[in-house]
C-alpha cells in the first residue's frame, strides 16, 4: 500500500500538527490553533480507520479506483482520501466516536466554513482537541504521555475541566428536577406518587411505539422518540430522542443525543449529559426502511402525542 497512506504515516502527522496547534494556543494564536488541530483531528481520525481497514479511508465517489489503490491491487492515476467530516463520521458508525456539535464546529472553522471572531471562538476549542484526541488514543491502545509529550499535563487539565463542569451542572439540574417531582406531590398522600411512578406507562421496560419528531429538538433533527427510559432524577419515564448517524443498505444507525422527561421536567441535551447523569442508552440499529412500515397497522398520524 502507498506507505504515505500508512497508519504510521497518519499518526506521525496528527502528532506533529496536534503538537503545532498547542503551541499556537499558547501563543494566542488561535486562527493557526483551529487550523493544525483540524488537521490533527483529520490525520488521527484516518490513522484509526486505516488500522481497522484501509479500505475505510476511501473516497467512494466517481471511480472506484481507490478501492484497489487501497488494497494493494493496482495504483491510482489519482489519489483521493476521504476528508475529516466524513472520517469522523465513519468514526460515529464504528462507535469511536460520539456526536459532538463542538468538534464538528472545530472542523468547520478549520474548513472555513465557521468563521471566528479575532480568534475567540477558536480560543474556547481546545478542550475539544484534548476530548477528541484521548478517545482515538484509547481506541489504539496509546498513552496519554507518548502522544502528547511536555503537553500531557495541559490536556489532562483541559480535558479534566470540561468533564468536571459538565457533570457539575448536570448534578444541579438532576437535584432541581428532584425538587420539582417533589413539588408536584407536596400535600398530596405519599401514594399518589407512588401509583405515579407504579403505572404501566412509567413501568422499567415498557416501551411506546417509536414516533417521528416534526421540528426537532432545539434546532435539531430528531428521527426518532422512544419512551423508553428511567428517569435519572424521578424514576419515572423519560422521553429519549435519537439521530439518525449513519445508514447502509442493510441498517440505519441511531444514537441517544437528548433525554426528557414530563413529570420532573429534566433535560439532557447532549450525549455527554446523560452519560454524566448516570444513564446508559444503547444506541438503536434499525432496518434501512421507513420508521412508520416497522410498526403496521399504525400509520404516522395515528402514534401517540406524549
Not at 503551541?23 to 483551529?34: I, K, M, P, V
Not at 475539544?128 to 509529550?149: N, R
Not at 406507562?201 to 414516533?211: F, I, K, V
Request: proline fraction near 6%.
Amino acid at each position: 500500500m502507498d506507505v504515505s497512506l500508512s497508519f504510521e504515516s497518519f499518526l506521525e502527522a496528527a502528532e506533529k500538527a496536534a503538537h503545532r496547534a498547542m503551541d499556537d494556543h499558547s501563543r494566542t494564536e488561535y486562527d493557526e490553533f483551529a487550523l493544525h488541530a483540524g488537521v490533527a483531528v483529520e490525520r488521527f481520525a484516518k490513522a484509526v480507520l486505516v488500522s481497522k481497514n484501509p479500505i475505510y479511508i476511501a473516497e467512494m465517489k466517481g471511480s472506484s479506483e481507490m478501492l484497489f489503490h487501497l488494497g494493494g491491487h493496482r495504483k491510482a492515476s489519482k489519489v483521493r482520501t476521504i476528508g475529516a467530516s466524513e472520517a469522523i463520521a465513519r468514526l460515529r458508525t464504528l462507535d469511536v466516536l460520539s456526536p459532538d456539535r463542538e468538534l464538528d464546529l472545530l472542523i468547520e472553522v478549520r474548513n472555513g466554513v465557521a468563521h471566528s471572531t479575532s480568534g475567540e471562538q477558536a480560543k474556547g476549542l481546545m478542550p475539544v482537541l484534548a476530548k477528541t484526541v484521548e478517545l482515538l488514543l484509547k481506541e489504539l491502545d496509546i498513552s496519554l504521555e507518548a502522544f502528547w509529550g511536555r503537553w500531557t499535563t495541559v490536556v489532562r487539565l483541559a480535558v479534566d475541566q470540561v468533564r468536571s463542569a459538565m457533570y457539575r451542572d448536570v448534578q444541579v439540574r438532576l437535584r432541581q428536577a428532584r425538587h420539582t417531582f417533589e413539588d408536584r406531590f407536596n400535600g398530596l398522600p405519599q401514594q399518589v406518587k407512588e401509583i405515579v411512578l407504579d403505572s404501566p406507562w412509567s413501568q422499567e421496560g415498557e416501551t411506546r411505539a417509536p414516533m417521528p419528531i416534526v421540528g426537532g429538538l432545539s434546532g435539531r433533527e430528531i428521527v426518532l422518540r422512544l419512551v423508553a427510559a428511567k428517569c435519572p432524577a424521578c424514576s419515572g419515564r423519560a422521553s429519549v430522542f435519537y439521530e439518525k448517524i449513519a445508514s447502509s443498505p442493510t441498517a440505519t444507525l441511531l444514537v441517544p443525543t437528548a433525554l426528557q422527561c414530563p413529570m420532573c421536567r429534566l433535560e439532557l441535551v447532549t450525549p455527554d449529559e446523560i452519560a454524566a447523569s448516570g444513564t446508559r442508552i444503547q444506541a438503536l440499529t434499525l432496518p434501512p426502511q421507513p420508521l412508520e412500515s416497522l410498526f403496521p397497522g399504525m400509520s404516522v398520524d395515528e402514534w401517540p402525542e406524549d
